[in-house]
DNA sequence: AGCCGAAAGCTACGCCCAATAGCCACCAGT
DNA sequence: ACTGGTGGCTATTGGGCGTAGCTTTCGGCT
C-alpha cells in the first residue's frame, strides 16, 4: 500500500477545502481524511486532533487574509484604501467561510504562536488604511475596531443570510464605505 | 418517581441558560437533561432534537432582545436614541452569549416562523433608532444595516476576545456611536 | 372512588465521531 | 541487505444524538 505523503499542511489545507465548503461546524476528521484518501485515525500521526486542526485553518486563513490585504492596497491611499480593504474582507469571507469562521473563533494560545502574529498583520493592514486620513493618535485604536467590526459584521451576517433582500447589498456596501470615508474625513480635519 | 413537570418552554430556557454559560457549540441535550434533572431521551418528548432546541433558544433570544430594546427607547430620539440602542445590544450580547449566537445563527424555516416576527420586532427598533434622523427613504435601509453590522461586529468580537486589551473598550464604543451619530446627522441634512 | 388512556419519564440500543493503542509495511541510511 | 523510524492501518473506548419500547404517573370520566 503506497503512503499518501502527507505533512500537517497537506492536511490543513484540505481540512480548510472542506471546512468552506460545508460550513467548519459541519466539519470532522472522517471527511477529511477521506478527502485525503486516507483513514481518519492516520491524520493523528500528522495533527493534534480536531481543535489543532482547526487552529492550523484559523493561522492559514489569517495569512492569506493579510496577504490579500497587502496585495490589494499597494499604492493605495483615503477612500480608495478603504474601499479596497473592505471589499477584500468582503470577498475573502465570501470565497473563505469555513477559514473565516476558524480565524475569528480562534484566539492565540501565546505571544510566540503564528496565529497571533498572522492577526497582527491584518490589523497593521486596517491601521493602514487609516494613515491617509489624519486621526488624532488618540482616537486611531478606536477607529481600528470601528472598521474591524463594521467589516467583520457585514461579512458575516452577510454569509449567514442575515440580509433580507440579497439584491441590494452591493449598494448597501457602497453606501457604508461612503459613510466611513466621510466620517474619517470630518474627523480628521475638524 | 415524580414528574418533572416539564414543558417546551421549561427545556428551552434551561437550554438557553446553559448555552450562556459554557457557550452554545458546547450544549448538548445530556448537559441540559442534568440541569434539569432528568435523562436526555426525556427531552425529545417535548423537544425535536437539538437542532429544534437550538431554533427555540433562537427565537428566545430574539424576543428578549426586542423587548429589551423596546423597553430602552422608550421615549427617546436622535443620538439618546442611538446610544440606548448600541448600548442595549451590547449589554444583552454579553449577559446572553449563547441565546445571542443561536440567534444569529438560525434562520427561520417560513414566514409562519416566530423567529421571523421576533427578528423583524428588533429590526424595528433599529429602524426606529433611525427615525430620529432625517434620512433619505432610500438610505434607511443602508442605514440599517450598517447599525446592524456595527453593532453585531462589535458585540462578537468583544465576547470572543477580539480586541486587544491594551485599550479601554468602553472608550471605543462611546466613540464609535458618535462617529456614527455624526454621519447620520450630516447625512440628513446634506 | 375507581378505572383508563395519554403522556412523561426511564432503560437499552444503533450509529457516528474523537481519540488512543498497538500492529505492520515501507523506505532511508548505513 | 539489514534495521529503525515513520506513516499508514485495524480495533477499541467513550460520548453524544436519536429511536424503540416499557413503565409509571396523573387527569378526567363514569
Redo the contacts with the bound molecule.
Sequence with gaps: ??????VPATVTEAAADVADEIGLSQ?????V?ERLG?????L???VD???DLTHRIATLGALELGDALRDAMQGLAGRDALAMAAQTVRAYVKDHPGRYAATTGASPTGPDDPLASALDRVLESFAAVLHGYHLNPGEQIHAVRMLRSVLHGFATLETSNGFQLDADIDDSFAWMITFIDRGLTAAGAP
Tied chains: 1, 2.
Design positions: 500500500m503506497p503512503r499518501a505523503g502527507l466539519l470532522s476528521m472522517s471527511v481524511a486516507v483513514k481518519a485515525p492516520s493523528y500521526k500528522h486532533g480536531l481543535a
